[in-house]
T-cell receptor, first 112, second 112 residues
Framework: EDQVTQSPEALRLQEGESSSLNCSYT??????LFWYRQDPGKGPEFLFT???AGEEKEKERLKATLTKKESFLHITAPKPEDSATYLC?????????????FGTGTQLKVEL | ETGVTQSPTHLIKTRGQQVTLRCSSQ?????VSWYQQALGQGPQFIFQ???????GRGNFPPRFSGLQFPNYSSELNVNALELDDSALYLC???????????FGPGTRLLVL
């Protein structure tokens, strides 16, 4: 069974204090790893898609990387507006169609 | 360009009732996926519709059913509501069944 595990569950940073979120996965036939940001009570907002080991994507203070077993979301010099839950998801080519399997998320709080 | 929209935003029902949730996909998108997100959890795949046909289903009972219309909008119907059906229901649309999914704001359902 496909599994996605995110760590830590929660992370508290001071403004400007860089850190990384981890997403480890066990799947058969990865067809994409996705990062989303979710604010409380809202739908997930798409950030990145990664397809192959060694791939990296960047957007403002965020950088996502991918290996054969895990992905990291690096946050450089975070600001309070980066506070949100960050979700990782994998897409696997199965009889279940184009479904995403999500982890439980990392809740990030950035304080002044 | 209009993003994914969902209605209603909030809904309160009692156990045993039936509910219909609606989703309008992003312009040009022909695929809609539905997810259930319990509090503190990642979204769980319910099913996907591609060009009006079901294109995969997650581990949800038959009382969860759906439709996709010629304009690619979609409905999620849940019969015989149970207390555990209380959750945020998310709709996501994509250009095709293999592409990045973009989420709507969700419908918060409370079953009493």
């Amino acid at each position: 069974e496909d599994q996605v595990t995110q760590s830590p569950e929660a992370l508290r940073l001071q403004e400007g204090e860089s850190s990384s979120l981890n997403c480890s996965y066990t799947v058969s036939g990865l067809r994409g790893l996705f990062w989303y940001r979710q604010d409380p009570g809202k739908g997930p907002e798409f950030l990145f898609t990664l397809y192959s080991a060694g791939e990296e994507k960047e957007k403002e203070r965020l950088k996502a990387t991918l290996t054969k077993k895990e992905s990291f979301l690096h946050i450089t010099a975070p600001k309070p507006e980066d506070s949100a839950t960050y979700l990782c998801a994998v897409r696997v080519l199965t009889g279940g169609g184009n479904k995403l399997t999500f982890g439980t998320g990392t809740q990030l709080k950035v304080e002044l | 360009e209009t993003g994914v929209t969902q209605s209603p935003t909030h809904l309160i029902k009692t156990r045993g009732q039936q509910v219909t949730l609606r989703c309008s996909s992003q312009s040009g998108h022909n695929t809609v996926s539905w997810y259930q997100q319990a509090l503190g959890q990642g979204p769980q795949f319910i099913f996907q519709y591609y060009r009006e046909e079901e294109n995969g289903r997650g581990n949800f009972p038959p009382r969860f059913s759906g439709l996709q219309f010629p304009n690619y909008s979609s409905e999620l119907n849940v019969n015989a509501l149970e207390l555990d059906d209380s959750a945020l229901y998310l709709c996501a649309s994509s250009l095709a069944h293999g592409e990045t999914q973009y989420f709507g704001p969700g419908t918060r359902l409370l079953v009493l």
